[in-house]
């Protein structure tokens, strides 16, 4: 499986979501699309999963922590003990030996963050 992690601030919105995603996934045909537990109910993540049609997936805090990141925001590592909630919540849903196909990539406007990782038992 394909999973593309999101990472965004609250004031991201579904075109920020729409920009990194577009970014991390070129080249890529994804199969669902992760972030951590407390993004739950934010609106523009709705809007933006509503586009895509595909399954969401949430990650539970200590599953993104078990995760090594290639790439480490100060910022995400203090809020969730991970380096990058992107590559965390994509390699989380992925599975067992998932690798990073895209480590996170940045909306131009700097609210959202996405990575693409492939399970290792595909």
Do not use: N, Y
Not at 43 to 61: I, N, S, Y
Not at 97 to 109: E, H, M, N, V, Y
């Amino acid at each position: 499986m394909i999973v593309a992690g999101l990472g965004f601030s609250s004031t991201a919105t579904a075109d920020s979501l729409r920009a990194a995603f577009d970014r991390a996934c070129d080249g890529h045909t994804v199969d669902a699309v992760a972030t951590v537990v407390d993004k739950t109910g934010h609106a523009a993540l709705a809007e933006f999963v509503e586009t895509t049609t595909l399954p969401l997936h949430f990650v539970a805090p200590e599953d993104l922590a078990a995760q090594r990141t290639l790439t480490c925001s100060l910022r995400s590592r203090a809020t969730h003990g991970t380096g990058s909630v992107a590559e965390a919540s994509a390699l989380a849903v992925a599975g067992s030996g998932a690798r990073l196909l895209s480590p996170r990539q940045i909306s131009d406007d700097r609210l959202a963050t996405c990575a693409v990782a492939i399970g290792g038992q595909t």
